[in-house]
Structures are given as structure tokens and as C-alpha cells.
């Protein structure tokens, strides 16, 4: 089974604080995504990943940053959290090909007083 | 125009009807259509894709597409109150191999 895994569940920041939302997969995908999911909106492509060290930006990349140093981890930094970038963060992967099924993992409530 | 539109609902069947969720895109050169549910407090698992004109079936789901109006749609027969969820349309972004664009889902509502 694929498994795609977030380091937190639920997590509760002060504005102003530097964020790590962290995410690992365990099926070797080269692509990994961060979405972020509020609701009437639907899920959002903050940035995706193709390769160790590449990224790129997807929707809504304003206030964020990525890193992906390791083929299985992707990480999603928020360097000076806003209110506004509370939300539900989804992170996903899947292999290469037009028709691969992506996988989430359980996602991370973040909340910014 | 958002890229890819849902009806939020919530839409409400019985059990054992027929639920129809409907999905509109707006770039002509998509090609390939996917259908996630998500149930409350869980991440999005996909259900079917479809990438060519017509019907495609897998046992209760239905997804059929028209690529002419620019639209998808998803038929759960025999609808079961196990099926009540949020259904998100995803359409692979013309020109990128990798890029899914969600439409906001359609809560579904199966009553016993």
C-alpha cells in the first residue's frame, strides 16, 4: 500500500512564525504536491515537485516556499505565517504518467492566531 | 470562469437511487478527467478517471465524458448512505504531465 504521511495532524501557530509542514512517501513517486483545501474553494496547487531539488509553483504560491532535499520528503515552509494561511494542507504524490493515480496523506489543520 | 466547476450542493438522494454529480472544464485541450471522494475528516481518494468520449463503468460508478461540452459527469447506482461524501473533479492540466486542477467538490447526501 501506498503510504503518504504528514508530521502533524493538527497544528497552532502564532502570526509572524516561521512553519515547517513536512510530508513523506514510501512508494519511490517522483512527484510530490502541497495543496491547501478551504472550504467553497476546493483544493488549491500551492507547489509540486518532480525531482529531488525541483519544484515548481502551482496556484497559489504567494507566502510559501518548498524543499525537497530527499526523494521521499517534501516540505512546505511557511516563513511568516498570515492568518489568512490557516487552512487544511493536503500533500500528495504519485509516478510519472498521465493516468497514475495520486495519493494524499491525512492532511494537516493548521490554525495562525 | 473558474477552471474547472462543481454544483457544492449539498445534493440529497435516497438509498438505492440514482446520484449524478456533474463536473464543467473549461480548457478544450484537457484530456484526462479523474474522480476523488473524500469523506468528512479524510483525504481525497480517487474513485475513477476517464479519458476518451463516452461512458466508462466499474461497478456501481459511472463516469461519462464529453469532451464536445466540455463536460464530466459521475453516476452512482443504487446510491448507499456508505456513499455520502464530497466528490472533487479533477481535470490533468493541458501542456503539464504532472498538474491535477480540482473543481471545489459536491457534497453528497445518501438517506436511508
Known amino acids: 500500500d501506498v503510504k503518504v504521511t504528514q508530521s502533524s495532524r493538527y497544528l497552532v501557530k502564532r502570526t509572524g512564525e516561521k512553519v515547517f509542514l513536512e510530508c513523506v512517501q514510501d512508494?519511490?513517486?517522483?512527484?510530490m504536491f502541497w495543496y491547501r483545501q478551504d472550504p467553497g474553494l476546493g483544493l488549491r496547487l500551492i507547489y509540486f515537485?518532480?525531482?529531488?531539488?525541483?519544484?515548481e509553483k502551482g496556484d497559489i504560491p504567494e507566502g510559501y516556499s518548498v524543499s525537497r532535499e530527499k526523494k521521499e520528503r517534501f516540505s512546505l515552509i511557511l516563513e511568516s505565517a498570515s492568518t489568512n494561511q490557516t487552512s487544511m494542507y493536503l500533500c500528495?504524490?504519485?509516478?510519472?504518467?498521465?493516468?497514475?493515480?495520486?495519493?494524499f496523506g491525512p492532511g494537516t489543520r493548521l490554525t495562525v492566531l | 470562469q473558474k477552471e474547472v466547476e462543481q454544483n457544492s450542493g449539498p445534493l440529497s438522494v435516497p438509498e438505492g437511487a440514482i446520484a449524478s454529480l456533474n463536473c464543467t472544464y473549461s480548457d478544450r485541450g484537457s484530456q484526462s478527467f479523474f474522480w476523488y471522494r473524500q469523506y468528512s475528516g479524510k483525504s481525497p481518494e480517487l474513485i475513477m478517471f476517464i479519458y476518451s468520449n463516452g461512458d466508462k463503468e466499474d461497478g456501481r460508478f459511472t463516469a461519462q465524458l464529453n469532451k464536445a461540452s466540455q463536460y464530466v459527469s459521475l453516476l452512482i447506482r443504487d446510491s448507499q448512505p456508505s456513499d455520502s461524501a464530497t466528490y472533487l473533479c479533477?481535470?490533468?492540466?493541458?501542456?503539464?504531465?504532472?498538474?491535477?486542477?480540482f473543481g471545489s467538490g459536491t457534497q453528497l447526501t445518501v438517506l436511508p
Open positions: 479533477a481535470v490533468k492540466k493541458p501542456g503539464s504531465a504532472r498538474q491535477l486542477t
Open positions: 500528495a504524490s504519485r509516478t510519472s504518467g498521465s493516468l497514475n493515480e495520486q495519493f
Open positions: 512508494m519511490d513517486h517522483e512527484n
Open positions: 515537485s518532480y525531482d529531488v531539488k525541483m519544484k
